[in-house]
């Protein structure tokens, strides 16, 4: 069975996230995404890997946190997840505890995307070297798992290091949130497997190639569960898949080729352009879910 959800960058001019919540319930949508940029270095040394100008929502966003913990306090059902946050520009301690009271107060509905970023000035801010960034983001995520699940857990790496503390509230979903990787390399199939529980890529338009080329998705979704295999981890792997436009035979393409789990992609805009494009995803979903 596929699920559908939306992702929008939860900005300061757009649809407020506790109607957008209620909206998407009301819709049938299983789950509501938000990405997150603490800032954008006025430099603007870094590339934008989505194109040539980067868009203003990338500064203009609330704390994904804030906004889904007041997405999750108007809906009942509405599974709020971060689509993706960055783990290197978080401390680990503060992260645990803003995720496990997220998925307390939401009653267990919590999904966590992670990522490790593309602009290094941005990181740098926040004390972490580009060249560390998949290092520092493992070591936050292994540490935050101890934390949810031990009473005194303690970490020593090379990158987070604490003697044993206590923190509560712990997760209401045992173990922590699902942790979904929000990445495409040939190393991310290792990585899921090692410390996260699937695999979150971005949409790719398949008539567009990049310059890398075009994103195998049916072969991601392999690797995944080779490495998955390799290391031993009982259950399955989540796959979902962000930024999905409104295509219903595309939709179709991605859930035949094993994503549970398909985001549609909203503008950050007021709510007469976001809600009737939510309808007309609404729909899709409700084709391409019964079938027809």
């Given at each position: 069975?596929?699920?559908?959800?939306?992702?929008?960058?939860?900005?300061?001019?757009?649809?407020?996230?506790?109607?957008?919540?209620?909206?998407?319930?009301?819709?049938?949508?299983?789950?509501?995404?938000?990405?997150?940029?603490?800032?954008?270095?006025?430099?603007?040394?870094?590339?934008?890997?989505?194109?040539?100008?980067?868009?203003?929502?990338?500064?203009?966003?609330?704390?994904?946190?804030?906004?889904?913990?007041?997405?999750?306090?108007?809906?009942?059902?509405?599974?709020?997840?971060t689509g993706i946050t960055l783990v290197t520009e978080r401390d680990p301690i503060l992260m645990a505890k803003q995720v496990a009271s997220l998925d307390t107060i939401s009653q267990g509905r919590v999904l966590l995307g992670v990522g490790a970023g593309w602009n290094a000035e941005e990181m740098e801010n926040h004390g972490v070297a580009f060249e560390t960034r998949w290092k520092v983001l493992r070591e936050r995520i292994l540490a935050m798992r101890r934390i949810w699940?031990?009473?005194?857990?303690?970490?020593?790496?090379?990158?987070?290091?604490?003697?044993?503390?206590?923190?509560?509230?712990?997760?209401?979903?045992?173990?922590?949130?699902?942790?979904?990787?929000?990445?495409s390399s040939r190393w991310t199939w290792a990585r899921i497997a090692e410390y996260c529980d699937g695999w979150f890529p971005i949409h790719q338009d398949p008539h567009r190639a990049t310059a890398q080329g075009a994103l195998d998705y049916a072969l991601?979704?392999?690797?995944?569960?080779?490495?998955?295999?390799?290391?031993?981890?009982?259950?399955?792997?989540?796959?979902?898949?962000?930024?999905?436009?409104?295509?219903?035979?595309?939709?179709?393409?991605?859930?035949?080729?094993?994503?549970?789990?398909?985001i549609f992609a909203l503008p950050p805009a007021d709510p007469d352009t976001v809600l009737p494009l939510l309808d007309r995803y609404a729909a899709i979903a409700y084709e391409v879910g019964s079938g027809g």
């Open positions: 069975m596929t699920d559908f959800g939306v992702l929008m960058f939860p900005t300061d001019y757009a649809i407020q996230p506790m109607l957008l919540a209620r909206a998407a319930e009301e819709r049938g949508f299983e789950s509501l995404f938000f990405p997150e940029h603490t800032h954008i270095p006025a430099s603007r040394r870094s590339p934008w890997p989505g194109g040539a100008e980067l868009p203003r929502e990338y500064w203009r966003s609330h704390d994904p946190f804030v906004a889904l913990t007041a997405a999750a306090a108007a809906t009942a059902d509405l599974k709020v997840g699940t031990e009473e005194a857990p303690e970490f020593h790496g090379d990158f987070v290091d604490f003697e044993p503390l206590w923190s509560w509230p712990k997760p209401v979903q045992p173990g922590g949130p699902k942790v979904l990787m929000g990445a991601g979704i392999r690797s995944v569960r080779s490495a998955w295999t390799d290391a031993g981890r009982d259950g399955e792997p989540d796959f979902s898949i962000f930024g999905v436009g409104p295509d219903a035979d595309r939709v179709r393409e991605l859930a035949a080729m094993g994503f549970n789990r398909i």
